[in-house]
């Protein structure tokens, strides 16, 4: 069912097309991750009450996104490669397990995700991040990210050195090479800003051939009271570009990518679909009201996480709304869900 | 120089000097009072008459246990019971300075920890976090302003930095030091040396648990499953299940078969029907709580998870064993025991309060004999789990904030 949904144009499935879709390839994979992975089918037991054949989509049951990084679940006892969340320092980072068939369905995913932005002949990569990002060891999302785009581009040069500097003549030398046709500029949303934005002034480099393609959260550009708007504003003030396109992912559904939509939304894959959740007694919210953010997907097959409640915040604001030609789900983020503290005995006042 | 600020009446801070601080600490050694003397009982009824009229404001639940428990009639049997436990022939007297550092988050430990000794007639230095409730405020600053019309200096309610090393200055001019917070904060405080010696009184890291009777709850009527409910969701979910004496496992004392289902509704009512508004904890700390159900049930011990709706997250053991984890904010494991006896191996290092409910005075009292070596130092009914008691984590705080005097 991936396969099928995967080769349709993105975003051409009217929603009650898909889910019905959907729903056929989530049973199914709710009874392969029950059958070959223990822990998950005691969760499912203890938590869900059993396995059973679902009628929607809502009903399937979901993980918290954290709990990847308490458990290690895989499902499947082969050869698996480990894709680890940039965690911040101190904190266990969330470890998923890909096996060769979930790692061709994410470059399946990837390609057809941005084919309709990229085109399909490679074009070259300018990848605002250092080359250290995409060692095999320690692969974190950011370098799976920089990795996965390399299949658009070619001969990819990266902007920054080690020590994440911007190295001007790397961006020069390219930009002197290539700067006459369309070229790739990739990154994490907060580099883009703080590295390549920062380095340059107004009119000082020209990247009107470039198409733009940022994710990694709004949190750290908005701490600088950087809103979205203002963000490709600026970015398209300063470099002359046209083309921006911001995407929402996460490591535990590492290639289930929801891509900026002419209307500034987030639009979700054929083979996924977001439900928006009210904390608390976690039932579906309604349109335009916002929730905390839960996506399904039929990509991941070597580990459990075809159903993933997040920890960020958003709303779904149009079904088959047709603008750009996209049906399905719009979304928009909103941001986290807060850091809650709680309060305690427990304290640390200096003497 | 590090700025102190010395809480005044009328809401208001005065800065101090160290020098002027010294000085009014070692005035104050001059000015103590005698225990339960009648002036500081008086000032302390007054104001919690004051508090259980409402002042003139709506008060929270907290703060109007501490006006009961400081009402005329408690303040009288407090001091009459100190009185019987003075051994023959001697006499009591306060300390001197008491230094108070109370916990930051669980706010009313301040008002007990300062009105005790102040009532055995200590002059008292009490260190405050930058910004207290407003109601706290309230509290304080209606003892503030009877303090300052009885022109008596003696009490000082204060705020420092923690970048500065005013608690050892403090701490070099008291008598005794009263130190909240676990043990990190203790060690901090642990090389600190007071006046002449001194006395320390240390309270560390802390945990809690409940144990019910499953007889005697499956016996329950509906009214009496809901006023329990009600209790227990008080003991749970006041300071967000993070104080001391908060119980975060409950033990259910019988069969899992016959009363597993009266046990379910028990923890249904509390967290469905109980909780006002359906609100409390925030929708993160209810993730985590997710989290942490969500683990514990991909393991062969847990029996079964409750995890929605947020606000009371539990786990069902299959045998005794718990998670093992802290999390508060709702989140609660539940394990069944054959008998009180078989609590005996399942006590934690640093297990506290142990709240019971369907148990007669004598299996109470068996059950703390069996646990003599434990660090449990309260047995106390389910809803009383947050109430303080002048006898804590096993001291005698008016005896441990007094000396005694040998008349011979």
């Known amino acids: 069912m991936f396969d099928r949904l995967v080769n349709e144009r993105p975003y051409s499935l009217k929603q009650s097309d898909k889910e019905a879709m959907l729903l056929e390839g989530l049973n199914e994979l709710m009874e392969h991750h029950y059958r070959a992975s223990e822990p998950y089918a005691r969760i499912v037991d203890k938590g869900w009450g059993g396995l059973r054949r679902y009628d929607s989509i809502a009903d399937i049951p979901f993980l918290p996104v954290s709990l990847f990084k308490a458990l290690e679940l895989r499902s499947g006892a082969g050869p698996m490669a480990t894709l680890k969340s940039s965690g911040t320092t101190g904190q266990t980072p969330s470890r998923i397990f890909v096996d060769p068939e979930t790692s061709a369905r994410q470059s399946k995913a990837l390609v057809a995700s941005f084919r309709p932005i990229l085109g399909a002949s490679r074009i070259p990569f300018l990848a605002i991040d250092s080359q250290d990002v995409t060692r095999p060891t320690d692969l974190t999302a950011r370098g799976a990210g920089v990795l996965g785009m390399m299949k658009f581009g070619a001969r990819p040069a990266f902007a920054l050195n080690s020590a994440l500097d911007v190295d001007k003549s790397v961006i020069e030398t390219f930009i002197n090479k290539f700067s006459g046709k369309p070229f790739l500029i990739f990154g994490f949303t907060f580099l883009v800003w703080t590295k390549l934005y920062k380095s340059y002034a107004d009119g000082e480099l020209d990247l009107s051939n470039a198409v733009v393609v940022h994710s990694g959260g709004w949190k750290k550009v908005e701490s600088e009271r950087v809103s979205h708007e203002e963000f490709n504003a600026a970015l398209k003030r300063r470099f002359n570009l046209r083309s921006i396109y911001n995407f929402y992912g996460f490591v535990e559904q590492m290639g289930s990518m929801f891509i900026e939509g002419d209307d500034s939304y987030l639009y979700a894959p054929n083979f996924t679909d977001v439900i928006i959740r009210r904390p608390g007694d976690w039932e579906p919210a309604e349109i335009g009201e916002e929730g905390v953010i839960q996506v399904v997907s039929l990509l991941p097959r070597s580990y459990p996480g075809h159903s993933v409640l997040t920890e960020d915040l958003g709303t779904i604001l149009s079904v088959d709304s047709g603008v750009g030609g996209r049906l399905g789900k719009a979304l928009k983020i909103s941001g986290r869900v807060p850091k809650a503290e709680l309060r305690g005995c427990s304290d640390v006042i200096g003497a | ?408």
Request: charged share 20%; net charge neutral; proline share 4%.
């Open chain 2, 1 to 408: 120089m590090s700025a102190i600020l010395i809480d005044a009446p009328g809401g208001k801070k005065v800065a101090s000097s160290r020098e002027a601080l010294a000085d009014r600490i070692r005035e104050a050694r001059g000015r103590l009072a005698l225990p339960f003397e009648r002036s500081r009982v008086d000032t302390v009824v007054a104001v919690s008459e004051l508090l259980l009229t409402g002042g003139g404001r709506a008060l929270p639940g907290f703060v109007k246990h501490f006006a009961f428990w400081t009402r005329k009639a408690a303040v009288a049997r407090l001091a009459s019971e100190f009185a019987k436990r003075l051994p023959g022939g001697t006499a009591a007297r306060a300390r001197g300075v008491v230094f108070h550092l109370p916990p930051q988050n669980v706010e009313t430990v301040f008002l007990y920890s300062w009105v005790l000794s102040y009532l055995v007639g200590n002059a008292n230095v009490v260190r405050l976090p930058r910004e207290i409730s407003a109601e706290m405020a309230f509290v304080r600053d209606c003892f503030l302003e009877r303090l300052d019309e009885a022109g008596d200096p003696t009490q000082m309610f204060l705020h420092y930095s923690s970048a500065s090393d005013l608690g050892a200055a403090i701490s070099n001019e008291s008598d005794a030091r009263v130190v909240w917070g676990g043990d990190a904060k203790v060690a901090l405080f642990a090389g600190v040396p007071l006046r002449e010696g001194g006395k320390s009184v240390w309270f560390g890291d802390r945990t809690s648990f409940a144990v019910v009777n499953g007889a005697a709850l499956a016996a329950q009527s509906a009214g009496g499953v809901r006023d329990l409910a009600k209790r227990m969701h008080n003991d749970i979910f006041t300071f967000d299940q993070m104080g001391c004496s908060s119980p975060q496992i409950l033990y259910v004392v019988g069969d899992r078969a016959a009363h597993l289902p009266a046990v379910r509704a028990l923890l249904r009512e509390i967290a469905e029907n109980v909780l006002p508004g359906g609100a409390g904890v925030a929708a993160g700390h209810i993730m985590r709580k997710m989290v942490a159900a969500f683990e514990a049930a991909s393991h062969d011990a847990t029996s079964t998870i409750e995890w929605r709706p947020g606000a009371l997250t539990t786990v069902i053991a299959e045998g005794a064993a718990q998670s093992g984890k802290r999390i508060g904010g709702g989140f609660l494991d539940v394990a069944f025991v054959p008998d009180l006896a078989a609590l005996r191996p399942l006590v934690r290092e640093r297990d506290q309060t142990v709240t019971h409910f369907g148990f007669a005075v004598e299996e109470i009292r068996s059950l703390a004999d069996l646990l003599f070596r434990s660090s449990v130092s309260r047995f106390a009914p389910v809803g009383t789990a947050l109430d303080f008691d002048f006898v804590w984590d096993g001291y005698d705080l008016p005896f441990e904030l007094t000396r005694l005097v040998r008349i011979g």
